[in-house]
């Protein structure tokens, strides 16, 4: 366990909705790239091979092929430069560090889908749903927390009482 100053850090930063991908998963990772005074999305999908660290460290590699090349890329998870992490397909898997396909070609590098019920994926959707919005619910609890606290200190004591 961390230091309770820690933590209240570290939660500010952190991203709870996109936390449900997993080894051996195809996914397409979105960067927001800035060139000078513009700023661009760019896509990188590919096979998470590894996934490593905890926190506000943890970091996942994907890899993919670019012309008959294989091309690794290693992601902070928690960076704000990484927009959006979505599940492409579910591969079928035995190992958490998947090193293993840097030598594989061809057919060999397939990784086998992981199938699931229609009614597994709904209830996965309403527990992703439930979890948004018991989120959303308790930012919007926190935040009125901080303005009745901001309020107080302003010494306006109306206003302190009337939200409460």
């Known amino acids: 366990m961390k230091h309770p100053l820690i933590?209240?850090?570290?939660?500010?930063?952190?991203r709870e909705n996109?936390?449900?991908?997993?080894?051996?998963?195809?996914?397409r990772v979105t960067i927001k790239i800035v060139e000078g005074n513009k700023e661009r999305l760019q896509d990188f999908e590919g096979v998470?091979?590894?996934r490593r660290g905890?926190?506000?460290d943890e970091m996942f590699t994907v890899r993919r092929l670019v012309g008959n090349e294989g091309v690794e890329r290693t992601f902070p998870l928690h960076s704000p430069k990484v927009v959006r992490?979505?599940?492409?397909?579910?591969?079928?898997i035995r190992r958490c560090k998947l090193y293993y396909l840097r030598e594989r070609v061809g057919r060999a590098r397939k990784l086998r889908e992981r199938r699931i019920s229609a009614e597994a994926r709904?209830?996965?959707?309403?527990?992703?749903?439930?979890?948004?919005?018991a989120l959303r619910e308790a930012d919007e609890v926190a935040k009125?927390?901080?303005e009745r606290e901001a309020a107080a200190k302003a010494?306006?004591?109306e206003m302190a009482t009337s939200e409460a």
């Open 54 to 56: 905890s926190g506000l």
């Open 18 to 27: 996109e936390l449900d991908f997993g080894i051996g998963e195809t996914v």
């Open 85 to 92: 992490i979505k599940t492409v397909r579910r591969g079928k």
């Open 155 to 157: 010494g306006s004591p």
């Open 144 to 146: 009125a927390a901080r």
């Open 48 to 50: 998470v091979i590894a």
């Open 7 to 14: 933590d209240a850090v570290e939660k500010k930063y952190r």
């Open 122 to 133: 709904k209830a996965a959707l309403e527990a992703q749903l439930a979890k948004a919005r």
